[in-house]
Every structure is written in structure tokens, then in C-alpha cells.
């Protein structure tokens, strides 16, 4: 940052306690002996400086052609793809440094994204909490069960995923529209998984226009993408196949991943994609249930917002 660069007005601060930017796949360092006897790691073992975590997410499943994209079901879910172009992802919104050089890393993050289900669990499904405990597994595989009983769309019930609001409508607040007596706790849990989706939807079709690129599968990551009726859901509203690969951790992959490149184990991005990953399921789309979801967003969602965006000024300006 340089002495002065505009954003020294917000965050001035002092020279020497700023890193070194450097390019991804720099060895910055060795580990010491201090730090080897604290940590177990061998000391003397070279620290590569690889990329930001969702750098590292995108990379991880072998997104390195400009037909791919990784969503991350983590609590911020994000769509993101590699480009060889600078783009913004929205206007003023900058495309990130990818961790191959000389490629940028289009992204968009629905910021509290899968923390939702943790409020829903905390508030709604005490019951599947105790039973999950009871059983030593997770409270979502017992909630998951029940999203088959759900029709794709929910009754009708849809949700706005703005539980937290992002940096281009600051004024957003969540929302689930089309109650009706049908509905029961089921039906928000699913509408708040189709809910994400169809923030992520908004943002990867934004994406592609702006990039001109055109995404023809997706790969998912992260803690949602355990789920089986997840990864279904999200193939049949994209329209798109979506692949699993054998491991969530997927920031962690990509960090290894650019790491065996850096040090000479592999050649190449995608020679080291085709010797650490291994796609574990591929999901195929449901025609019917896509056209069902094409109706709803493009005749509902994109325009729950700007239908709501007066009432939630009103309400910031009310009550925080």
C-alpha cells in the first residue's frame, strides 16, 4: 500500500508491519528450529506462499479450465471461476488474483451462505440436535432426510439469502415470502438451501456475462457438500452437472495443490489435479425440475429484491 494510496485514509497503517505481497507459489521462508519443536513440522521445510482461501477452493477441484466453477457450501458460500481476463464480478468489485500466474479469480460470496442452517438448527430443530447427539452424527444428515418430503420450490415458500447484507446492497435484510398453511419447518430449511443457490445463480450468470465465459459443470466444496440431497438440489437449479470430489477440505487441497507444483512434484496444475483429485460422485440435473427452477428465478427471485428494497430502508431506518 502505497504512502499515498486512497485507502490509507481508512486504514493508515504503518509501513514496516505490512507484509510482502509476492506471487503465488513463492517460497518465502523455512521452517525453524523454533517453530518445528512448537509445531512438529520438520524444521528446514520450505513455506510457499500459495493464495486466498477461495483461490485455493477453486483450484482444488481441478477448476482450471475456463468452462469450470466451484462453489464453496461453506457459512460464506461463493461461486468462483478462473479467467485469463480481468473482469469484475459486479461493478467496483475486483476479480482476485488465481493462484495460476497471470489468471484472475472471478467470485461472488453470499456472506452468511450456510451459517443459515446453523441459525435454523439453533431456532428450529432442537429435536434432530438431540437426536443427532444421541446418535453421534450430524444434526443436517437427520435433517436431510426430510428434503425429499419437500417438493422442488417449496410450496412456493422462497427465501432471500440477506440474513447478512453485502457490499452492494447494504440496506438488504433477509427474507422468506409466500407463507402459506402447507408449510411447516421442512420447507424453510429446503427454501433456505434453494435460497443460497439462487444467490449464487444471480451471481454466476452475472459473472459469465461479464467474463464472456460460458460454465458447463461446477464443482462442489465445503461442509454442505457432504450432503447428498445438497448436491442434487444445486444440479437440478443449475442445470448443470455438479462433481464431488473426495474430500471437502478444499482450501486445503488447493494450498498442497500449489505447493507439489512450486516444489517440482508436478509440472503442472493439471497434472497435480490429475494425481491428488479424485472426482468421488458426479450429480446429474433433473430437466423437469430445472425448468421449474428457471420460472421461479427468473420470474420471483430477481425481483424479490428490488420489490423489498424500500421496505428494508424503511426498517434500517427504523429498528437495527
Known amino acids: 500500500m502505497g504512502q499515498k494510496s486512497l485507502t490509507r485514509d481508512v486504514y493508515d497503517i504503518s509501513q514496516e508491519k505490512l507484509c510482502d505481497i509476492v506471487p503465488s507459489g513463492t517460497v518465502v521462508?523455512?521452517?525453524?528450529?523454533?517453530?518445528?519443536?512448537?509445531?512438529?513440522?520438520?524444521?528446514?521445510?520450505?513455506?510457499?506462499?500459495?493464495?486466498?482461501?477461495?483461490?485455493?477452493?477453486?483450484?482444488?477441484?481441478?477448476?482450471?479450465?475456463?468452462?469450470?466453477?466451484?462453489?464453496?457450501?461453506?457459512?460464506?458460500?461463493?461461486?468462483?471461476?478462473?479467467?485469463?481476463k480481468y473482469f469484475e464480478p459486479s461493478p467496483f468489485l475486483p476479480s482476485y488474483p488465481a493462484i495460476p500466474r497471470g489468471m484472475f479469480n472471478g467470485e461472488v460470496q453470499i456472506y452468511c451462505g450456510y451459517w443459515m442452517l446453523t441459525w435454523f438448527k439453533k431456532n428450529f430443530a432442537q429435536p434432530e440436535?438431540?437426536?443427532?447427539?444421541?446418535?453421534?452424527?450430524?444434526?443436517?444428515?437427520?435433517?436431510?432426510?426430510?428434503?425429499?418430503?419437500?417438493p422442488a420450490g417449496c410450496n412456493g415458500l422462497m427465501l432471500l439469502p440477506y440474513w447478512c447484507p453485502g457490499l452492494e446492497n447494504p440496506d438488504a435484510r433477509g427474507a422468506l415470502v409466500g407463507f402459506r398453511e402447507v408449510h411447516g419447518k421442512y420447507h424453510v430449511y429446503r427454501a433456505i438451501i434453494e435460497g443460497v443457490n439462487f444467490g449464487l445463480m444471480e451471481g454466476l450468470r452475472r459473472m459469465e456475462k461479464r467474463s464472456g465465459q460460458k460454465?458447463?459443470?461446477?464443482?462442489?466444496?465445503?461442509?454442505?457438500?457432504?450432503?447428498?440431497?445438497?448436491?442434487?438440489?444445486?444440479?437440478?437449479?443449475?442445470?448443470?452437472?455438479?462433481?464431488?470430489?473426495?474430500?471437502?477440505?478444499?482450501?486445503?487441497?488447493?494450498?498442497?495443490?500449489?505447493?507439489?507444483?512450486?516444489?517440482?512434484?508436478?509440472?503442472?496444475?493439471?497434472?497435480?489435479a490429475a494425481g491428488m483429485v479424485r472426482v468421488r460422485d458426479v450429480f446429474m440435473p433433473?430437466?423437469?425440475?430445472?425448468?421449474?427452477?428457471?420460472?421461479?428465478?427468473?420470474?420471483?427471485?430477481?425481483?424479490?429484491?428490488?420489490?423489498?428494497?424500500?421496505?428494508?430502508?424503511?426498517?434500517t431506518a427504523i429498528a437495527q
Open 286 to 315: 433433473n430437466a423437469a425440475e430445472h425448468t421449474l427452477y428457471e420460472r421461479l428465478f427468473e420470474k420471483v427471485y430477481l425481483k424479490l429484491y428490488k420489490t423489498l428494497r424500500q421496505v428494508h430502508r424503511g426498517l
Open 129 to 150: 440436535c438431540k437426536e443427532a447427539e444421541r446418535l453421534g452424527c450430524a444434526a443436517e444428515a437427520l435433517l436431510d432426510r426430510h428434503l425429499c418430503e419437500v
Open 29 to 84: 521462508g523455512r521452517v525453524t528450529n523454533e517453530a518445528s519443536k512448537l509445531s512438529g513440522i520438520p524444521a528446514g521445510l520450505p513455506l510457499v506462499a500459495t493464495g486466498a482461501d477461495k483461490a485455493c477452493e477453486t483450484i482444488r477441484p481441478s477448476v482450471i479450465r475456463e468452462d469450470q466453477a466451484a462453489i464453496s457450501f461453506g457459512s460464506a458460500a461463493s461461486v468462483e471461476f478462473v479467467s485469463k
Open 215 to 272: 460454465i458447463r459443470e461446477i464443482f462442489a466444496g465445503g461442509g454442505g457438500s457432504r450432503s447428498d440431497e445438497v448436491c442434487q438440489i444445486t444440479a437440478d437449479m443449475f442445470g448443470l452437472p455438479v462433481k464431488r470430489i473426495h474430500t471437502p477440505e478444499s482450501a486445503s487441497m488447493g494450498a498442497a495443490m500449489c505447493a507439489f507444483v512450486t516444489m517440482g512434484e508436478f509440472s503442472s496444475y493439471e497434472q497435480a
